[in-house]
């Protein structure tokens, strides 16, 4: 199988750090923007990435919690087959998802020409990530400090936030959550999958 990549993607990383987590024979195809047709990016007409690239023709698979959802099942599955766990799990993974968003919405207005930025756009975006990390910070006891379904993408989601959108300073608004998030950091695949040097 084949991950199609960019190392700066949030959304991407959160597929890597599976694949490290389980070791899994997936091989990492870094792929490059294609002007209007986004990335370059295997057999997705999406034109995004992720994208992995299975041993069967025309059945890739695109968009994030779909791609983590097949690599977690391959091995010692860490989000649970069915009951509330289930969609525990999936909701913290979709809150760190819609952080990413988020942060990338908020980069893609800020990037454009100055006359061309929506200062309600921006305030938006900028108010989502606040209030994600605020909600996050009250409810973080409850999420797993090792790897899981729901951590790998809020941790990826808050280091994208550092990157991309560092002015707000999350970790003074969320205290818990930046000592939960810490807690990450001594772990390899976050190392290994670390790109915002």
């Known amino acids: 199988m084949k991950l199609?990549?960019?190392?700066l993607s949030p959304f991407s990383r959160k597929c890597k750090i599976i694949i490290s987590a389980k070791e899994l024979d997936v091989e990492i195809v870094q792929v490059?923007?294609?002007?209007?047709?986004?990335?370059?990016?295997?057999?997705?007409?999406?034109g995004k990435v992720p994208c992995l690239e299975r041993n069967y023709p025309e059945v890739s698979l695109y968009?994030?919690?779909?791609?983590?959802?097949?690599?977690?099942?391959?091995?010692?599955?860490?989000?649970?087959?069915?009951?509330?766990?289930?969609?525990?799990?999936?909701?913290?993974?979709?809150?760190?998802d819609g952080l990413s968003e988020a942060v990338y919405n908020y980069r893609y207005e800020i990037v454009r020409d100055e006359a061309l930025h929506w200062s309600q756009i921006i305030e938006r975006h900028e108010t989502a990530i606040r209030n994600v990390v605020t909600y996050l910070d009250g409810i973080i006891q409850y999420v797993p400090t090792k790897w899981s379904f729901g951590s790998i993408s809020v941790v990826c989601a808050l280091d994208y936030a550092d990157f991309r959108a560092g002015h707000i300073d999350w970790q003074a608004l969320a205290p818990n959550l930046a000592k939960w998030h810490t807690g990450f950091k001594s772990l390899p695949e976050w190392a290994e999958t670390y790109a915002y040097d």
Not at 4 to 7: I, L, P
Not at 84 to 91: C, F, S
């Open 4 to 7: 199609y990549d960019s190392a």
């Open 32 to 46: 490059d923007k294609d002007g209007a047709n986004g990335y370059a990016s295997g057999d997705s007409p999406l």
């Open 63 to 96: 968009d994030s919690p779909l791609i983590c959802e097949y690599l977690d099942a391959l091995k010692d599955p860490w989000l649970p087959k069915g009951g509330e766990g289930r969609w525990k799990a999936y909701r913290m993974h979709r809150i760190g």
